[in-house]
């Protein structure tokens, strides 16, 4: 019998979070996180993790864990949450991968490519000349080094561009041809692949509410001190969204009013970016929905079961 997986991936303010914790209860399982943002200890209210109440309902995994301070990568999620599934299946209980992070996924399902880690010192200088010259002339560089960078990669992407011109100058190699050389870890356990499909209304509504919610909970004083660690720019943490927007209304440059009506704008932009996402890379995965959540996880049952 073959080791269950779950996968529950949907786009943000999609509910993902609640019915995880309805699911896990129902099933015995464990929730590990599957959200690049919510492995930030320093950021909870800008990230939406779990409330500490949730995290005290089941058992969680691999949120809040990792400082700011330091690079996260997609590699260094998947070695942790590979010990994590064999602790929780060992314990007889049932790994629910919680997040909106498609390539999160992607690693589970696809696998990911073994290339070199390259030497912080290394990295930087790189990044060195992505300042000094834009991103514009950067990128040019990066597509005479890297033809294959130029059908993968947005002219406008610069972490992209960035770990691009990384890998094709560390290693001789395009990241790209890296990655056409994977396989998943995990062909011989069962994968329960199910994507929250929320309708763009309700979603909106969700957005909405969930900004609100941030400035109730004083996400200002949040990225006040996320600030004071004055941390490079480089940094992928600095992508989430809220995190320049609320610099912008601290610095008397935007109204609240202003500043939540573009959080809002960009995690809407951002939701739709991770539909049109899944709609490319998770054609096989179960699309389920209902405004009810306890129809919901009938339906989620239904398909695991």
Not at 45 to 58: A, F, G, N, V, Y
Not at 246 to 262: D, F
């Amino acid at each position: 019998m073959q080791k269950k997986i779950i996968l529950l991936a949907g786009a943000t303010a999609s509910g993902k979070s609640n019915i995880a914790i309805k699911l896990a209860k129902k099933i015995k399982g464990e929730i590990i996180n599957s959200d690049s943002m919510q492995v930030y200890k320093e950021l909870s209210i800008l990230s939406s993790r779990p409330s500490k109440s949730d995290l005290k309902k089941i058992k969680h995994h691999l949120y809040g864990f990792h400082s700011v301070k330091s690079h996260f990568s997609t590699g260094l999620w998947l070695k942790l949450v590979k010990k994590k599934i064999n602790t929780i299946i060992k314990s007889n209980k049932i790994p629910i991968l919680v997040g909106g992070t498609g390539l999160y996924f992607n690693a589970i399902t696809k696998g990911i490519s073994k290339i070199p880690i390259i030497k912080e010192k290394s990295r930087q200088i790189i990044r060195d000349l992505h300042k000094k010259i834009g991103q514009k002339e950067f990128y040019k560089k990066l597509i005479k080094l890297d033809p294959y960078a130029k059908h993968k990669v947005s002219p406008n992407d610069t972490h992209r561009s960035l770990r691009a011109f990384e890998v094709i100058t560390h290693t001789g190699k395009s990241l790209y041809e890296w990655s056409s050389n994977t396989k998943s870890e995990f062909i011989d356990y069962d994968l329960k692949k199910i994507y929250i499909d929320v309708p763009r209304d309700i979603l909106l509504k969700n957005i909405k509410k969930r900004t609100n919610e941030m400035f109730r909970q004083n996400c200002e004083q949040e990225v006040k001190n996320f600030l004071s660690l004055k941390l490079s720019y480089s940094l992928s943490v600095n992508k989430l969204i809220g995190i320049s927007e609320v610099r912008r209304y601290l610095q008397g440059n935007s109204s609240k009013e202003e500043t939540i009506e573009l959080i809002n704008i960009k995690t809407r932009q951002y939701a739709k970016r991770q539909k049109t996402w899944s709609r490319g890379h998770m054609g096989n995965w179960n699309k389920l929905y209902s405004e009810d959540s306890s129809i919901l996880l009938k339906k989620i049952l239904k398909v695991i079961s």
